[in-house]
């Protein structure tokens, strides 16, 4: 049975062009393999020898220069058991040269078949990945100044399924690609190709002269890799799905939940917006999670919103913490009613916002970083000395005790209940005692 | 149950709640917790996530997945987008369902990465080659996030088109209380991907009116499917044949424009006698209610228009609320992109951009004092 559609013959391809050999050797090499054409995809990029899929009597999909190896990825992972095939030339091996060298360290379970003849034909005979120094084209007249690439020089120390290179007259195309199909992982044929229209001429470049190439270029023909590395697709499955497949009912599958339900209740009058700025290494960001959830657990509303430089382990760590007894619409804090300082990097991060902030507002302030300046009401206090009788790492939940106990936003068990919900017990344990040690600070 | 989530995080929940079990992703800074989310809920759902070399290889694995039926999302940002431009332009000329999530931040180019902005909003809809019509939804909560992304792919599969979520920062990254049982409960079940009848040969763009959207049959399915980013007829064949090309675009177009009343999903929030309305979206649409709010408790008339839908524009909604308005303003987290849509249905009525580009929020008293609201 052929998977060729006869109606759709003859192949498209210039007389003498091999890619009209290639198409058939995988033909023949799908026949050895015998599945059902249902089965099968043949997946192919912009190109010359981009023009065969719609020859095959199989599922075909023509995609975009250089990114077939994207798309059979996905068909790959999202199916299994489906063959298939990619067939490249070696412009969208260039192009797409992430993707291959993506797909073989994945060992993804494609065929990629790179019909290599060493330029663009497509596009008027322009150089190429591939193309071999010195060689003539529309692009390089004087000769190329690049050198080749050696696919499966540079595949191999990826260790994928299969690699093999030949020549497009040789006999073993046929068979090499039917070992490349029957591969579990990633495999790769690179079939030398002529292009008679352009890069064959100009660079008397012949059948009989491909293998003085290969010589030349100390690019071999012949199996160059075989490896038994897991197939990405069933090894990711293997790996991250639970033994059993969860119940699909379309619905995302959570643990039971109680979720932050209220357990005490705010007093809170108005919309109140909170500033916390420490440093790396803080906890900030979970400690502000912590204080939203305490607001939420006291029947408030509640927003956060964090700000921290990419390197993460160092310089300001800071927080906006929006409580409301109302539905917050407009998440701005565009004054903040109360500032809490618990590193020098932080006051810096803040300084502008001090620096605006009108008398009513406060500013709760490790007394170790001296005077602040604004117009706000500064609260020094020594949290620094009181976290140490904890953790060292509780200064923001000290910081946060003391806050909730002067300002009377919500009731200190509704923390504790959100540090229980959200956190690690140890976790947990530290910022409660923080907190505790907090507001006996406050008084 | 309430919960403390971030938009991105909803995001997460209302794609696995819509039946996605396909995610492919590359991190960027303010959507990678969308990556980092589908990883860790989708073995549970019996799905895959990947992350992939690039941008890329992200949608492109999508687009492939997605034509095995499988119900597919990536998220990105703005230099993303960009890298997913070419892409964009293959789903929709192949007709693949597919939902795209960009988290937008401060641009051009690399621009404040870690900050918000809504610069992308008319390279949504204009950023692939051809400017055939996709659909862009907006949120401006973290429930809206949810139902939103529910919503997108439910448009998807309708449509057999690219959905992209108009995320940014702002609200990805902000925490808010949110019951998501809640919004699960008041919503339509997820649209399951329409089967292709097997008693007859399956064509896969077929369409009678120039409307219709033909069921897609998968790859590994019991048709073969031809599927092809050159221009091609209702079986997917090559064609040069302008007259065939033409009936293509037409297709392509009306079967998104000449809905665009279904598509459209908004609040109008009418004030009787109100010459002013205000126009937003997104995240600056909740300056634009508080805004409102302010001016109404201080004694004057104004009227909001809140718009869900970006793209296809919906023009009926934008002209009905623009009936007895003198004076249209329009804030947004750019420098007026949205204000041009806008425009295009004022007839001569004045249109004031509100613009702000520089990280911060366009607060309501920005809304208020340019827009001359008060």
Redesign the interface.
């Known amino acids: 049975m052929s998977y060729l559609d006869e109606a759709s013959l003859p192949l498209p391809f210039c007389p003498g062009c091999g890619h009209a050999k290639v198409t058939h050797a995988i033909d023949e090499a799908l026949q050895i393999l015998g599945r059902p054409?249902?089965?099968v995809?043949v997946?192919t990029d912009?190109g010359c020898v981009g023009l065969t899929d719609?020859h095959f009597?199989?599922?075909?999909?023509?995609?975009?220069h250089g990114?077939s190896?994207?798309?059979?990825?996905?068909?790959k992972?999202?199916?299994p058991?489906?063959t298939v095939v990619v067939v490249m030339g070696d412009g969208g091996a260039g192009i797409g040269g992430?993707?291959l060298?993506?797909a073989a360290r994945r060992n993804i379970g494609i065929c990629v078949i790179v019909a290599n003849n060493f330029n663009y034909g497509m596009t008027g005979g322009q150089h190429s990945c591939t193309t071999p120094s010195g060689g003539i084209t529309a692009t390089c007249h004087l000769g190329n100044l690049e050198a080749p690439l050696d696919l499966m020089g540079t595949l191999r120390p990826s260790k994928p399924g299969f690699l093999a290179r030949t020549s497009v007259f040789a006999d073993d195309v046929p068979a090499l690609i039917a070992r490349g199909l029957a591969t579990q992982g990633f495999s790769l044929v690179d079939i030398w190709d002529l292009c008679v229209a352009y890069y064959a001429g100009q660079n008397t470049l012949t059948r009989n002269s491909i293998a003085d190439m290969m010589a030349e270029l100390e690019m071999p023909a012949g199996v160059h890799f075989e490896g038994g590395r897991p197939e990405f697709?069933r090894a990711?499955?293997d790996l991250?799905?639970?033994a059993e497949?969860?119940d699909?009912e379309?619905?995302?599958?959570l643990p039971p939940?109680?979720?932050?339900?209220p357990v005490a209740e705010s007093i809170l009058a108005a919309r109140t917006g909170i500033l916390i700025a420490g440093a790396a290494g803080q906890k900030i960001r979970s400690l502000a999670?912590v204080f939203?959830?305490g607001a939420?657990m006291s029947g408030l509303?509640?927003?956060?919103?964090?700000?921290?430089p990419?390197t993460v382990m160092t310089g300001h760590s800071a927080a906006e913490v929006l409580v409301s007894p109302v539905p917050?619409?407009?998440?701005?804090i565009?004054v903040p009613d109360v500032v809490l300082i618990l590193s020098e990097e932080g006051r810096a991060r803040v300084a502008r916002k001090l620096a605006k902030l009108p008398p009513e507002s406060r500013v709760y302030v490790e007394a170790s970083l001296g005077p602040v300046e604004t117009q706000a009401r500064v609260i020094p206090l020594d949290l620094k000395g009181a976290a140490k009788e904890v953790h060292r790492l509780a200064v923001g939940a000290v910081g946060v005790g003391t806050i909730l106990a002067a300002e009377g936003i919500y009731p200190l068990e509704a923390f504790e209940a959100a540090a229980r919900r959200l956190q690690k017990q140890k976790v947990a344990d530290t910022n409660i005692a923080g907190l505790r040690a907090g507001a006996a600070l406050a008084g | 149950m309430i919960e403390f989530l971030e938009g991105n995080d909803a995001v997460v929940r209302g794609a696995l709640d819509a039946g996605c079990r396909f995610f492919a992703g590359y991190p960027i800074t303010p959507a990678t917790s969308i990556l980092t989310g589908m990883m860790r809920a989708m073995p549970e759902a019996g799905g895959v996530a990947v992350q992939c070399e690039d941008e890329i290889a992200s949608i492109g694995m999508c687009i492939g997945a997605s034509m095995t039926g499988q119900k597919v999302l990536t998220a990105t940002s703005g230099p993303g987008m960009s890298l997913y431009s070419e892409n964009i332009g293959l789903a929709i000329t192949g007709e693949t369902p597919l939902v795209i999530v960009n988290v937008q931040r401060q641009g051009p180019a690399t621009g404040s990465a870690t900050k918000g902005a809504d610069g992308d909003i008319l390279f949504m809809r204009w950023g692939t080659s051809g400017g055939l019509p996709l659909i862009v939804l907006s949120p401006e909560s973290v429930h809206e996030c949810y139902t939103l992304t529910r919503a997108a792919f439910d448009l998807a599969e309708r449509y057999r088109v690219p959905v992209i979520l108009a995320s940014q920062k702002e609200v990805g990254l902000t925490r808010e209380r949110v019951d998501l049982d809640e919004a699960r409960a008041a919503m339509p079940p997820s649209r399951p991907r329409d089967a292709a009848p097997t008693d007859r040969p399956y064509v896969p763009h077929a369409f009678e009116q120039p409307d219709d959207v033909a069921p897609l049959s998968p790859i590994g399915g019991p048709h073969l499917l031809r599927y092809t980013t050159s221009m091609h007829d209702e079986r997917a064949w090559l064609t040069g044949d302008p007259a065939v090309i033409s009936r293509m675009m037409e297709h392509l177009r009306r079967k998104i424009d000449d809905h665009a009343d279904e598509i459209a999903l908004f609040d109008h929030d009418p004030d009787v006698g109100a010459k002013n309305l205000v126009v937003s979206y997104g995240i600056t649409a909740r300056s634009a209610r508080e805004a409102v709010a302010r001016v109404r408790a201080a004694g004057g008339r104004v009227s909001l228009l809140v718009l869900k839908t970006l793209f296809p524009v919906p023009e009926a909604a934008i002209r009905a609320a623009l009936i007895g308005i003198e004076r249209v303003v329009v804030p947004e987290m750019n420098l007026g992109q949205y204000a041009r849509e806008v425009q295009l249905f004022a007839d001569g009525r004045e249109v004031r951009s509100v613009t702000r580009m520089d990280t911060e929020l366009v607060s309501p008293d920005d809304v208020i004092r340019e827009g001359g609201l008060l």
């Open positions: 054409k249902e089965r995809v997946v912009i719609r009597d199989t599922n075909a999909f023509h995609g975009l990114r190896i994207t798309y059979a990825s996905g068909i992972l999202a199916d058991d489906l992430a993707h060298l993506a697709a990711w499955r991250y799905h639970p497949t969860a699909d379309g619905m995302c599958l939940d109680a979720g932050l339900a999670t939203g959830a939420i509303h509640a927003t956060q919103k964090d700000d921290y990419i917050i619409v407009y998440t701005g565009e």
